[in-house]
């Protein structure tokens, strides 16, 4: 059964840095891409980050670039998305998501078909 786990969620001050971890079970990342995506309160979920473990290729949204990154680590199977110099924007929940042979070239809500539960971030003085 696959299943996604994300954690690191929580409350930080603007400036600040969280580093979200993706655990992945019933499956090795190989062959899969993994997506960051966001969902803020009466918003649509969107994309923020994605990485093709086959080939550690990334995609970041234009929100998101030069303050993200996104990475894998294959012997934890687990992926993680190093939050930077965060604002209040970035407050929502953040999801990760996963599909075998994505080519990760797009940030696409419905090209995933796995998913965790989420974890909140929350950006506030």
């Known amino acids: 059964q696959l299943q996604l786990v994300e954690s690191g969620g929580g409350l930080v001050q603007p400036g600040g840095s969280l580093r979200l971890s993706c655990a992945a079970s019933?499956?090795?990342?190989?062959?899969?891409?993994i997506g960051w995506f966001r969902q803020a309160p009466g918003k649509e979920r969107e994309g923020v980050s994605c990485?093709?473990?086959?080939?550690?290729?990334?995609n970041y949204a234009d929100s998101v670039k030069g303050r993200f990154t996104i990475s894998r680590d294959n012997a934890k199977n687990t992926v993680y998305l190093q939050m930077k110099s965060l604002k209040p924007e970035d407050t929502a929940i953040y999801y990760c998501a996963a599909e075998k042979y994505y080519h990760c070239s797009g940030l696409t809500v419905l090209d995933f078909g796995s998913w965790g539960q989420g974890t909140q971030v929350t950006v506030s003085s």
């Open positions: 019933g499956f090795t990342l190989d062959y899969y891409a």
């Open positions: 990485i093709r473990t086959s080939s550690n290729s990334t």
